[in-house]
């Protein structure tokens, strides 16, 4: 299939730039795959539409300050690091800019000199591996000085906000290393979990820490040549045994975004299983994959032409989703990480 298929026009005061005051306060269109239809809804409303026995899966990854500003050294030029992969302790792989002035041997200044890196390698598409160099433990040093890394569309001249930091973390965040939040995950709030468990459904946690290569664009015309880049998962042997059981009693595994999709369509076996571990979500999931084990899914709404929206189209049929795109923005919809949301059954 061609990339241009994926497309819908989006105005952009659509484009939410900041949370609701309240988190579960959104909007929520309701997709029935079988029916082939659409409903407006409210997130509040979510509950009744969840089964007694079913299973919501969460992503609890934590997003870290993974931005940087600093200079180089001397010249004291700008820079700019996203942070995107850990490879040893100190040394990351990161995306730099400009990086066409960042090449082998580099210094770059962060905190008036408290935290700073060397390039080692230069790597293509504007990423460089650093070496930090700082007295201080690193993930403390970028708790104080980096910045929370938002997406391009939220614009922030001045940089993200301490608002930012609370809003742009989902409630039951607790496992750090997202360079991006989990976004279908910013809807639930303390007490809209409890009213799901009250519901009779059970809630497990697994791990998948975002990174940028869910959100790299897709630069291919022919959408089964993208792939997508490698995202680590954790699974545990509770949560694995959980969702195991409810499949074989044929209770339904409902997820929280595309990442906890794509997680648990990496850790399954031949068996039709999960199996529980530490692995690698290496699979790019488009249209006329086979899902194996997500039955219903909450997400956002995403990009044209991203490999989430393929994702989300590949789960429920281009058609009905853009036809569900297209209702959304006739009505108002607001989009990306701090808008809306959907529930797709």
């Keep these: 299939m061609q990339l241009s298929e994926f497309d819908y026009e989006l105005p952009a005061e659509l484009i939410a730039q900041t949370p609701l005051e309240n988190r579960d306060a959104s909007r929520l269109l309701v997709l029935n795959r079988k029916e082939q239809s659409w409903a407006d809804s409210e997130f509040t409303s979510l509950a009744p539409y969840l089964q007694p026995d079913d299973v919501l899966v969460l992503n609890n990854t934590r997003v870290f300050p993974a931005r940087l500003v600093g200079r180089r050294d001397p010249s004291g030029g700008r820079v700019e690091v996203l942070l995107v992969r850990q490879l040893e302790p100190m040394l990351w792989e990161a995306l730099v800019r400009p990086a066409h002035r960042l090449k082998a041997g580099a210094r770059v200044v962060f905190a008036e000199g408290k935290l700073n890196a060397e390039i080692i390698t230069a790597l293509e598409g504007g990423r460089r591996v650093l070496q930090f160099e700082c007295d201080d433990d690193l993930d403390a040093m970028l708790d104080e000085f980096g910045e929370v890394p938002l997406p391009p569309y939220i614009k922030r001249p001045e940089g993200s906000t ?87 009693c044929g209770r339904r595994i409902i997820s929280v975004g595309t990442t906890t999709t794509r997680a648990l369509e990496s850790a399954v076996n031949t068996r039709g299983e999960v199996e529980p571990g530490i692995g690698l979500a290496a699979i790019t999931i488009t249209p006329g994959y086979s899902f194996r084990i997500t039955d219903a899914l909450i997400t956002n709404f995403h990009l044209p032409q991203s490999s989430l929206l393929l994702l989300v189209c590949a789960f429920a049929g281009r058609e009905l989703v853009l036809d569900g795109y297209r209702h959304a923005v006739e009505s108002g919809y607001r989009f990306y990480s701090y808008g809306d949301c959907m529930l797709i059954l």
Excluded at 167 to 177: D, E, H, I, M
Excluded at 188 to 197: A, C, I, K, N, S
Excluded at 208 to 235: M, Q, S, W
């Design 162 to 248: 301490q608002k930012d930091r609370e809003r742009y973390q989902t409630v039951y965040a607790n496992s750090r290393g997202a360079v991006a939040a989990p976004t279908a995950g910013l809807h639930f709030t303390e007490g809209m979990l409890d009213r799901v468990r009250d519901r009779g459904v059970q809630i497990v946690e697994i791990t998948l820490h975002v990174g940028y290569g869910t959100f790299e664009p897709v630069r291919v015309d022919e959408i089964e040549k993208h792939r997508v880049a490698p995202e680590t998962f954790a699974i545990s042997s509770q949560a694995a045994t959980a969702i195991n059981d409810a499949r074989d």
